[in-house]
């Protein structure tokens, strides 16, 4: 199945690539859970202590769960991530606060 938040995917992984490991600011792992027509379809790690991104279920520090198309929204800067949150678009599990350092950076993505 091709999402539209692949793209975005895709995008914040050429992102990753020009990070220098020896020089972070974020060293966290989110999860991100893709969901289609109400059900979750893709769950995507994006690991910045090891600097990488890949489809998995492992643990993570904050997990985001929202709709494919509201991912790809938000990546081309058409949704801004804190309106969408405080509309309830966006679950979050565990740290809240490190959805905010994560915004900071894919913002730009």
């Known amino acids: 199945?091709?999402?539209?938040?692949?793209?975005?995917?895709k995008k914040i992984e050429a992102r990753l690539l020009t990070v220098d490991p020896n020089n972070r600011k974020v060293?966290?792992?989110f999860k991100f859970k893709v969901k289609k027509d109400g059900a979750v379809v893709k769950t995507v790690m994006l690991d910045l202590v090891k600097v990488k991104l890949y489809e998995g279920d492992d643990a993570a520090?904050?997990?985001?769960?929202?709709?494919?198309e509201l991912l790809a929204d938000i990546?081309?800067?058409k949704i801004d991530a804190?309106?969408?949150?405080?509309?309830?678009?966006?679950?979050?599990?565990?740290?809240l606060e490190l959805l905010y350092v994560l915004k900071d950076q894919l913002s730009t993505v």
């Open 61 to 68: 520090e904050c997990t985001i769960i929202l709709d494919d």
């Open 75 to 77: 990546v081309e800067k």
């Open 1 to 9: 199945m091709t999402l539209r938040s692949d793209e975005a995917f």
């Open 27 to 29: 060293v966290h792992v």
């Open 82 to 95: 804190m309106k969408a949150l405080n509309e309830d678009k966006i679950e979050v599990e565990g740290n």
